[in-house]
């Protein structure tokens, strides 16, 4: 049985980027109701008892099982995503993070400019991400609920664009969702122990 995650902190602790009552819909709503869908639709079979990846990895490219994917990939995405944010994040990371961004963008400010622009560009719903593919770091993007694992890719780090994860906060800014959450939000720790 899969199961909803706790928040890694409080409901208020990303205010006012992140407010209390879109962390209250997204978590408590939204995430939850992808954990409930995914365990009516894994009840009874060989994927009851498997973890996430691994139904992830098991059913993704399968059309007749793409109701188990979306949900199995949405929980492990969010998942992903909280522990990708912290209060008083963001901005330029030190250390060995630093020094494979400065490698592969020149800096950090270009770096920044292509991870938003990867969200602000995904068309409709999905995510932007920092990956490890081939030894490289890259951004890349996915739509609805796709995600790296499903494509063999190491994921680092992912900024959610899915509308209800920044509408009550910016509405249709997009844009301004993905700048403030890059400047103050981004958990270079988590970046970090992901990089390994």
Known sequence: MITLPELPYAKDALSPVIGAATLEFHHGKHHKAYVDNLNKLIAGTELADADLETIIKKVA???????????????WNHSFYWQCLKAGGGGAPTGAVAAKIAAAWESYEKFAEELKNAGVTQFGSGWAWLVVDGGQLKITK?????????????????IDVWEHAYYLDYQNRRPDYLSAVIANLINWDFVSANLG
């Open 142 to 158: 996915t739509a609805n609920a796709d995600t790296p694992i499903a494509h063999g890719v190491k994921p680092l780090l992912t």
């Open 61 to 75: 490219g399968d059309p007749a099982r793409a109701g188990i994917f979306n949900n199995a990939a949405q929980v």
